[in-house]
C-alpha cells in the first residue's frame, strides 16, 4: 500500500515546508513500522505466514524444516500437526486409537476424580505401544496422568489350558506372548 505520513495530517497543516520535511524524514520509519504491524497481523494465521512466523509454529511444534520446503509447504505442515492434536476429546483419541490398534486391540478407561486415563494396548498390538504413548504424548492434557502400557496375560486366559501344556513356557512367555 502507498501510506503517506502526511496524508495522515490535517490538509491545512500539510502546506507547512517543516511538516512536509519532517514527513519525508519519518516516511522510511514509518514504512518499516507498518511493514512490522502487517507481519505480525499475518502470523496470526497460518495460511498467511511469512518465514519468521513459520520457524516459530516449527519450533513450537517440534517440526523439522527441511530445506526443500517451500513456505506453503511449511504452512501445510503446521496446519497438519495443529489438526492432529484437535479437537482434545475422548472420542477423537478413541477414534485415533482404532486406527493404530484396531477396534478391539485396546482398553481405555478415564479417571476423572484422579486426573488419570489408563490404556492398555492387546498383545496382538504390542508393536504399536510406543506409537500409542507418542501420540498420548501429543493429545492428552498436561494435567491428566497418562498410564499406558500393554494387556498382559491373565490367569482366565491361561485356565483352558492344562498345567502340562503350559509347562512348556516360561513365566515370561506366558505373560507376554499371545495365547491361541
Known sequence: ?????????????????????LCEKYQPQMDKLWNAVESLWNNNFILSLDEHGCERWEKILNLKNKGMYT??????N???????????????LCMILDVLCGKDGYTI???????????????????MLNDVKA???RMIPANLVVDADLMYNVY??????????LKA???KKLREEVMK
Open 109 to 127: 478407561e478415564l479417571f476423572p476424580e484422579i486426573y488419570t486415563i489408563r490404556i492398555k494396548v492387546m498383545l496382538t498390538s504390542k508393536n
Open 1 to 21: 500500500m502507498d501510506r503517506q505520513v502526511i496524508d495522515y495530517l490535517p490538509e491545512w497543516l500539510r502546506e507547512f515546508r517543516e511538516i512536509k520535511i
Open 169 to 171: 513356557y516360561t513365566y
Open 71 to 76: 513456505l506453503q509447504d511449511r504452512r501445510k
Open 156 to 165: 482366565g486366559l491361561l485356565r483352558p489350558y492344562t498345567y502340562k501344556e
Open 135 to 137: 501420540l498420548l504424548d
Open 78 to 92: 503446521i496446519a497438519g500437526r495443529l489438526a492432529e492434536q484437535r479437537p482434545y476429546t475422548f472420542k477423537k
